[in-house]
């Protein structure tokens, strides 16, 4: 069994421990309470199964931020 898992977050490869819980791996890129959407693999996942979620070898995975503006 692999000891770490190969990601992809906004085109930027990563590594990271095998089921790795999407809540954990946002902490870990500093990203934690802001106010983000998540997709995996085009996907988007919300923010109620962060927890819940666990990321899987070559999982791509992007983050974006609203922009505020009117």
């Known amino acids: ?7 992809s977050l ?3 490869p ?3 421990e ?5 809540s954990d791996a946002l902490e870990q890129w500093h990203y934690g309470e802001q106010k983000i959407a998540v997709a995996i693999n085009g996907e988007f996942v919300p923010r109620s199964r962060y927890r ?12 974006v931020k609203p ?3 009117g």
């Not at 069994?1 to 990601?7: D, F, P």
């Not at 095998?18 to 999407?22: C, G, K, M, N, W």
């Open 52 to 63: 819940e979620t666990r990321l899987k070898e070559r999982d791509q995975l992007d983050i």
């Open 1 to 7: 069994m692999s000891t770490v898992i190969s990601v």
């Open 67 to 69: 922009v505020g503006g």
């Open 18 to 22: 095998p089921d790795t819980l999407l």
């Open 14 to 16: 990563f590594t990271l």
């Open 10 to 12: 906004n085109n930027e």
